[in-house]
């Protein structure tokens, strides 16, 4: 076994574990944290296939910003868990009957019969000047440019819905303008009273 | 020598390599943490002599010993685990901190061929390390079971957040400048002279990202994650011993490490400042033209100085309100950055500007 053959088998059964505690632990927040464990296990494999720059921008956006946000929330959430495990052996059949399900569909979406190595072959091997990230810019600013722009303008529309379902002006709230704070003088909030010593 | 020399041939290749790459990584990493251990000395020292008071004088001449004599008694003291907090996680949190401050070295440039890793995605690789150094700070408030060290994480993660984007933006504004992510490539678009670094035509992403990364390593004017006078000592108020220790270091680290990015980022990095300034028949004088000329230490005054800025910052400015951090990064820092990214783009669509001569 080549060392970059165990490289992948040890991430691909990191990533694995990771994924499986993810829905098995009993403490949220341990299981965000094996999320980000799986992300990063990902990031490793992405790195292998030579995909540098998917796999930092993976850690950049998931582990640094979405996940922090997800353990921000989780950890301030004050959940009795007993309750969400009751009904596990009930509804469990239905469970397995899905997941059977979905597997059966991912092995013969993504079998040997469409992606095996003589459908597809293994991409040549690139040199050491090879740039990941400037491929990737050059495909999407020239060929892909119309879906990267309309991708980047949904996400717009998106992060402004947001703000505006979330934004509402309360009453009771109290605000400060730094603005005017800055402006006062001294004139209008000191006053000198001269007056005798006692 | 012959004899080194061909011991080192009869050695496999591969050990060859992973010897190289740890001698390597050696040579960055212990004057960094020596430099760490100073840092904390100059710190008091220079804050000190800012307040008219001597710092430490005692251990040592002139006090010389004193983060020596910090490390040792740290070192010696109990590691208290509080009651019912979580152990793994408790002990990981340090680590968690202290790691990425120092991964992220693997990409400075300190000369032309100095790098350890000479990446081409390095700005990226910056950025999502930097982005990793929250998790040990949310993990030990989490995970010490204390409101004070919670309440500390909690603040300390929406700060990290929120100052990321900013930092994000400015450091969009240096690659569109420089035309790469490496940042040796960053540091070579620079060149010809102090009015050719990038601090001047990126202005207000320079103080954008200045500011930013006090933030982002929680110094003071932005130290409500430790908060002493509300929250004791924030997130590591539970730690104690070496591990409060690594908390410690990892602080100090990420100062050095903000300050050289700075460095490279935005005064160009080990490019002298006077080329193209003074005659070229200057630089061939046998020290004076080595001092004057691109070199290492031009690198390391960079870095020295705007660490100099952190501590100077430290020691004059009182500690934002937190409605007033978030409101400084989201509405202010934000739409500086998108606003100096358009002129930027403007420029570089006119060839405008003085980096594209």
Do not use: C
Request: proline content about 5%.
């Amino acid at each position: 076994m080549s060392f970059e053959l165990f490289v992948f088998y040890l991430f691909a059964a990191i990533m694995l574990f990771a994924a499986f505690r993810v829905i098995t632990v009993r403490n949220p927040v341990h299981a965000a944290l094996f999320l980000v464990l799986a992300f990063a296990s990902s990031s490793a494999l992405w790195l292998l296939l030579e995909a540098e720059f998917l796999a930092i921008t993976l850690i950049l956006v998931y582990v640094g910003a979405v996940l922090v946000l997800f353990l921000f929330v989780v950890m301030m959430l004050d959940i009795n868990l007993t309750p969400l495990r009751e009904g596990f052996i009930r509804y469990l059949p239905v469970a397995v009957l899905i997941a059977i399900v979905m597997v059966a569909q991912m092995v013969m979406v993504l079998g040997p019969q469409r992606f095996g190595l003589d459908q597809m072959p293994a991409p040549p091997r690139q040199p050491a000047t090879y740039s990941n990230t400037e491929e990737l810019g050059l495909l999407l600013y020239t060929e892909y440019l119309y879906p990267f722009e309309i991708a980047a303008l949904i996400l717009l529309v998106a992060i402004i819905a947001a703000i505006a379902l979330t934004m509402r002006k309360r009453p009771e709230t109290k605000y400060q303008n730094p603005g005017e704070q800055v402006t006062v003088k001294k004139q209008e909030r000191l006053r000198i009273v001269k007056m005798d010593s006692e | 020598m012959e004899h080194i020399t061909t011991y080192w041939q009869a050695l496999p290749p591969n050990l060859q390599l992973l010897l190289f790459n740890v001698g390597k990584v050696l040579a960055v990493m212990v004057p960094l943490m020596l430099s760490v251990a100073y840092l904390t000395y100059a710190e008091r020292k220079i804050i000190g002599f800012m307040q008219v008071r001597m710092g430490p004088s005692r251990v040592g001449p002139k006090g010389l010993l004193q983060p020596i004599a910090d490390g040792v008694k740290l070192m010696f003291k109990e590691v208290i685990l509080p009651a019912n907090a979580n152990r793994f996680m408790f002990y990981l949190a340090p680590v968690l901190a202290l790691g990425p401050a120092l991964a992220a070295w693997a990409v400075i440039p300190f000369n032309e061929v100095a790098v350890i890793a000479d990446l081409d995605a390095g700005l990226l690789y910056v950025l999502a390390l930097t982005s990793m150094a929250v998790y040990g700070v949310i993990i030990a408030g989490w995970a010490s079971n204390s409101k004070y060290a919670f309440l500390g994480a909690m603040r300390s993660a929406a700060q990290i957040v929120a100052y990321e984007i900013a930092m994000g933006f400015a450091l969009v504004g240096v690659l569109m400048a420089s035309g790469s992510l490496n940042l040796g490539k960053i540091v070579l678009a620079q060149q010809g002279g102090l009015l050719n670094w990038f601090w001047l035509p990126l202005f207000p992403l320079f103080m954008v990202y200045l500011i930013s990364g006090v933030a982002e390593t929680n110094r003071a004017p932005f130290d409500v994650a430790e908060g002493e006078s509300e929250i004791v000592a924030g997130f590591h108020v539970e730690y104690s011993g070496i591990a409060f220790a690594l908390f410690f270091l990892a602080e100090y680290a990420n100062i050095i490490m903000i300050a050289a990015l700075t460095a490279v980022m935005f005064t160009g990095g080990w490019l002298s400042p006077f080329t193209g300034v003074l005659p070229a028949g200057v630089f061939q004088w046998p020290v004076i033209g080595y001092l004057l000329g691109d070199g290492v230490h031009w690198f390391l005054l960079k870095t020295a100085s705007f660490i100099f800025i952190f501590l100077w910052l430290r020691a004059t400015f009182p500690r934002y309100r937190y409605d007033q951090i978030m409101r400084l990064g989201w509405k202010v820092f934000i739409p500086v950055t998108i606003i100096w990214l358009s002129v930027e783009g403007v420029a570089a669509y006119y060839r405008i500007g003085p980096w594209f001569d």
